[in-house]
């Protein structure tokens, strides 16, 4: 069993940063791939960004490449999302989760654990 518990959100002006963090609990994180998802109001789940169990693969929406990046250490059992140059439309819940396997998914269906999440929002 895995528990995911995010933190960092908030509310930042368009052009603003902010780094999320995902807490995990529970035995061997190292053999989990990590993802971040984000919902907005009145839209369904996408995948934001994906980290491999070594961290050495990761993955990208295309409405975020080049502005996010994901990063894990595996020593304290975290995964963060640095979100730069954010926008009105990153506005979402954001919540990571956890796939017992080696590389990430960029499906909900991939993942066995997800946290509660964090609400990001953005101001134009």
């Given at each position: 069993?895995?528990?995911?518990?995010?933190?960092?959100?908030?509310?930042?002006?368009?052009?603003?940063?902010?780094?999320?963090?995902?807490?995990?609990?529970?035995?061997?994180?190292?053999?989990?791939?990590?993802?971040?998802?984000r919902q907005a109001p009145g839209k369904e789940r996408e995948f934001v960004?994906?980290?491999?169990?070594?961290?050495g693969r990761t993955d990208y929406a295309d409405s975020v490449k080049g502005?996010?990046?994901?990063?894990?250490?595996?020593?304290?059992?975290?995964?963060?999302?640095?979100?730069?140059?954010?926008?009105?439309?990153?506005?979402?819940?954001?919540?990571?989760?956890?796939?017992?396997?080696?590389?990430?998914?960029?499906?909900?269906?991939?993942?066995?654990?997800?946290?509660?999440?964090?609400?990001?929002?953005?101001?134009?």
């Amino acid at each position: 069993q895995v528990q995911l518990v995010e933190s960092g959100g908030g509310l930042v002006q368009a052009g603003g940063s902010l780094r999320l963090s995902c807490a995990a609990s529970g035995r061997a994180f190292s053999n989990y791939a990590m993802g971040w998802f984000r919902q907005a109001p009145g839209k369904e789940r996408e995948f934001v960004a994906g980290i491999s169990w070594s961290g050495g693969r990761t993955d990208y929406a295309d409405s975020v490449k080049g502005r996010f990046t994901i990063s894990r250490d595996n020593a304290k059992n975290t995964v963060y999302l640095q979100m730069n140059t954010l926008k009105p439309e990153d506005t979402a819940v954001y919540s990571c989760a956890a796939r017992r396997a080696s590389y990430s998914g960029t499906y909900r269906e991939d993942y066995d654990y997800r946290g509660q999440g964090t609400q990001v929002t953005v101001s134009s």
